[in-house]
């Protein structure tokens, strides 16, 4: 079985301009999450999908963050305009149902904004 | 905001030697996960004690867990150069799976 997919796998910007993820789960998995990971740190959520709607983005900095899950399978997290600060590691995970335990990771998108 | 405070923030032993990792947390949880991350890669679950549960094994590792100091120990027996990673505690709580992490203890297996 394959696992999470993520692409690209390091990105590097100059600040101001746009990014973005692309993320596939494994195949079946309904819950698809977006996390940030900071450097020495461990991952933040960012966005959880279930299906197609997002239903925790409360961590999503809405002014320059946006995410879709169209047909509730693949995802895009996107970054516009990126800042310095948004280097980091942005993780995808998915599991099979909302109430399912464990998560199944991507190996992450490294992006470094210059 | 992080949930989870692993303790040591790093670990250097030599192979064969048992390493010990602990978790504290600050709310009440429905279970209490542990990943592994290598270097450059995404997260592994490697095990997952609810919290009416207070020991749970997996091959090498062992987990415990006290609800009452709200905190829970990871130990790799019989260490290998394999296990160097980074390991993570993670809190789920009542409702939907979310996980809070903590910031992870470093783990260095020397041969």
């Known amino acids: 079985e394959a696992g999470v997919v993520q692409s690209p796998r390091y990105k590097i910007i100059e600040k101001k301009q746009p990014v973005a993820f692309w993320c596939n789960p494994i195949?079946?998995?309904?819950?698809l999450y977006w996390y940030l990971q900071n450097l020495g740190q461990g991952p933040e959520l960012l966005i959880r999908y279930e299906n197609e709607e997002a239903v925790d983005d409360s961590q999503l900095p809405k002014d320059r963050f946006s995410a879709e899950r169209l047909k509730g399978v693949d995802s895009t997290l996107k970054i516009q305009p990126a800042e310095l600060g948004d280097s980091a590691v942005y993780l995808c995970a998915s599991s099979p149902l909302r109430d399912y335990n464990e998560q199944f990771f991507g190996p992450g998108t490294r992006l470094t904004v210059l | 905001s992080q949930q989870g405070e692993e303790d040591p923030q790093a670990l250097s032993i030599q192979e064969g030697e048992n390493a010990t990792m602990n978790c504290s947390y600050k709310t009440s949880i429905n279970n209490l996960q542990w990943y592994r991350q290598n270097s450059g890669r995404g997260l592994v679950h490697l095990i997952l004690i609810r919290s009416n549960e207070r020991e749970k094994h997996s091959g090498r590792l062992r987990v415990t867990l006290d609800t009452s100091k709200k905190s829970s120990s990871l130990l790799i027996t019989a260490s290998r150069a394999a296990d160097t990673a980074s390991y993570f505690c993670?809190?789920?709580?009542?409702?939907?799976?979310?996980?809070?992490f903590g910031a992870g203890t470093r783990l260095a297996v020397h041969p």
């Open positions: 993670a809190t789920s709580g009542r409702g939907y799976n979310k996980l809070i």
């Open positions: 195949s079946g998995h309904n819950t």
